[in-house]
């Protein structure tokens, strides 16, 4: 390999910063002592987090968001997995066709999407149901288990099944003891990223919450026009935690799988 | 390595049935999708010709507001994209070039981000640009500046944090195209006796085109719909498309109008997409069959 010019090594590292640093401000933020902002911080405190884990619209928030995530990610791997398998295996007209018609969520923008469920929510009484949000936050979700799980299956030898077949398996005995363990780690990732989709997803939440059903994106949005208050910054640290960890096991499943295939 | 590989031709006849029934699988979620994406879409279009009338689409096209705000949005749009080309390209380029721990290392801190809530990103941006905040305060106890400056309400801040929302895209475009630069390449036209930079500029340059062009389309469809970061830096006076949106809806409960805006932004997306598709593949910007 080349060696890279020392400038332009220098700058990458410096768009790595502007890539990483700032948002990791809320962090020292969530723990200030005072509610103004000010810098250094001062004091050490954690009662933005006593705050943010006790008071009530808080509390509900998380929970709500907690309730939805897992909802809308158990769908999304459910149906996305299903839509991946007929995708790949499937014997019909227009795969392409329908291949972008469920990437499509991806593309059209989340505010067009927002505003076209809250018409139809509003007639369907889906508003300010957790039921209304797991249902867009799970077509929000789809792409990334059709992607990930169609990865998994692109890497997948069908010529297993048919011995398992050859060997008297059934078909769905087939699936669910030779296939399916070999796409689980595609299938888990899918699960992963639907569910950070669904728990950082704030403009649908925005729309389709109400005061009683609403998720901690929409009230963290609500909450910045009033002005920085470092709970906000405990939440949105949470927040950031919590897909942290999500994204740990993700990567960590991804390295099993590709030692498992190595080995 | 291919999974379509054909069974034996015995093995096709006896496992027909088998075989056929795959495509059904994909019907639930074809059909949740169908409810809750398509419908509703289509009802959204139904509604802007409807209520009360086309005539929505001649307000949201003719009315001065709606203009200058287009105007503002393709503004904001092409600056992000120029910011995330300027950003990423160097970045991309050490990232296609360097030794694998740097490479991963950078890969990491495009990848991270890239999954962090958008809201929380954007909220942390005003914590260093608002008019007490961390950089204005800093220049101001330096004595550089006497008041603060405006550095969010306006272009500039939407600008910014656009940008660092949308860089991770440009960047693994432009990864993905760098890396298939034979390097060999180079060392041919520096061994013919080319200096470094004519080098970067004749051979190295040309052949990213296709990730600069993938990134610029992907940058630039998706600033076009953004909405969290203008509506929290950016300048209330003049809003982007997408604000204008909400609060047609949100505030206004115009929904025909509401709607019309929506479309014709739908409409300018999946047109830039579509004409930008002729030149890259699609699928390798979402990731399908993309290396893993």
């Known amino acids: 390999m080349r060696r890279v010019n020392p400038a332009v090594g220098a700058a990458a590292a410096l768009v790595a910063v502007f890539l990483v640093a700032p948002t990791l401000v809320v962090i020292p933020l969530s723990f200030t002592e005072y509610s103004v902002l000010n810098w250094p911080p001062h004091g050490f405190s954690l009662k933005w987090y006593d705050e943010v884990l006790t008071d009530p619209t808080w509390r509900s928030a998380t929970m709500t968001s907690l309730k939805v995530g897992a909802g809308a990610a158990l769908a999304a791997t459910v149906l996305g997995t299903g839509i991946a398998l007929g995708l790949s295996r499937g014997r019909f007209r227009g795969k392409n066709v329908a291949t972008i018609a469920i990437l499509s969520p991806m593309i059209v923008p989340v505010v067009i999407t927002a505003v076209a469920n809250y018409f139809v929510f509003v007639k369907w009484g889906l508003t300010g149901t957790a039921a209304g949000l797991i249902a867009a936050h799970t077509v929000l979700g789809l792409p990334f288990v059709v992607v990930s799980v169609s990865n998994s299956l692109s890497r997948f030898d069908r010529n297993q099944e048919n011995a398992a077949y050859s060997l008297g398996a059934s078909p769905l005995f087939a699936f669910f003891t030779v296939t399916l363990p070999q796409l689980l780690p595609g299938v888990l990732s899918g699960a992963l990223f639907a569910f950070i989709t669904s728990w950082d997803e704030a403009i649908i939440s925005q729309f389709l919450s109400s005061p009683q059903v609403r998720t901690l994106p929409s009230l963290i949005f609500s909450q910045i026009s009033s002005g920085v208050d470092p709970s906000v910054a405990a939440a949105a640290s949470i927040l950031l935690a919590v897909t942290a960890a999500l994204l740990a096991s993700a990567s960590i499943i991804g390295a099993v799988s590709r030692r498992k295939r190595s080995s | 390595m291919s999974s379509q590989m054909a069974p034996s031709p015995g093995a096709a006849v006896r496992f027909r049935g088998v075989r056929s029934r795959w495509g059904a699988l994909a019907l639930p979620g074809a059909a949740a999708l169908a409810v809750f994406f398509v419908v509703p879409l289509a009802y959204m279009l139904v509604r802007s010709l409807s209520d009360p009338s086309p005539r929505n689409y001649v307000e949201v096209i003719t009315s001065s507001i709606y203009l200058k705000s287009y105007a503002t949005t393709l503004l904001v749009a092409v600056w992000t994209v120029v910011v995330c080309l300027v950003l990423g390209y160097p970045y991309a380029y050490v990232m296609a070039r360097s030794s694998r721990p740097i490479s991963m290392i950078l890969g990491f801190c495009v990848l991270m981000p890239f999954w962090m809530s958008i809201l929380v990103r954007t909220y942390a941006w005003t914590v260093w640009l608002q008019d007490n905040g961390l950089i204005n305060t800093f220049l101001l106890r330096l004595g550089l500046i006497r008041e603060p400056m405006a550095l969010m309400g306006n272009a500039l801040g939407t600008t910014v944090g656009m940008a660092q929302v949308l860089l991770p895209f440009m960047v693994l475009s432009l990864v993905t195209a760098m890396k298939r630069i034979d390097p060999a390449l180079e060392l041919a036209s520096r061994s013919l006796g080319v200096g470094p930079v004519r080098t970067f500029l004749r051979v190295f340059l040309p ?86």
Request: hydrophobic share 55%; net charge negative.
């Open chain 2, 207 to 292: 052949l990213s085109g296709p990730g600069v062009f993938a990134g610029g389309l992907i940058v630039f469809v998706t600033a076009l719909g953004f909405y969290l970061t203008p509506a929290i830096l950016g300048d209330p006076t003049k809003p982007l498309i997408s604000q204008l949106i909400v609060e047609r809806v949100n505030t206004l409960l115009d929904f025909g109008g509401g709607g019309a805006l929506g479309i014709i932004l739908l409409v300018l997306t999946l047109v830039i997409l579509l004409i930008g598709a002729r030149f890259v593949d699609l699928k390798e910007i979402v990731g399908l069959r993309g290396e893993s």
